[in-house]
């Protein structure tokens, strides 16, 4: 099964970027549906971004479109997401999820991912 390690958080002024990286290993990564979730303090886990196996698709959750982009580079098992005019509500805990086949119609809840990372966190600093 996949292991996946997240990196790239930090502490950032609002209107920063950051790039976090999702590191794979015990499985070829292109095996896998890919997305990036986050939880801030007591909240619950939302969706934030999906990216396909080919990475020929992508979604986003509105708060983030436009700003936001997931990328995979499957030759070196990574899935990236470049954050750009980070905003404080940005901040939490980001994870990265694999979701194996057989896939469902959906890719944003979180329940459809039994793999996940430890997460890294991302504040931003008003």
């Known amino acids: 099964q996949v292991q996946l390690v997240e990196s790239g958080g930090g502490l950032v002024q609002a209107g920063g970027s950051l790039r976090l990286s999702c590191a794979a290993s015990g499985g070829p990564l292109s095996s896998y549906r890919m997305a990036w979730f986050r939880q801030a303090p007591g909240k619950e886990r939302e969706f934030v971004a999906y990216?396909?196996?080919?990475?020929?698709?992508?979604d986003y959750t509105d708060s983030v479109k436009g700003r936001w982009t997931i990328s995979r580079d499957n030759a070196k098992n990574t899935v990236y997401l470049q954050m750009n005019s980070l905003k404080p509500e940005d901040t939490a805990v980001y994870y990265c999820?694999?979701?194996?086949?057989?896939?469902?119609?959906?890719?944003?809840?979180?329940?459809?991912?039994?793999?996940w990372g430890q997460g890294t966190q991302v504040t931003v600093s008003s």
């Open positions: 999820a694999a979701d194996p086949p057989p896939w469902s119609n959906y890719y944003s809840r979180d329940n459809l991912y039994p793999y």
């Open positions: 990216i396909s196996r080919s990475g020929g698709a992508t």
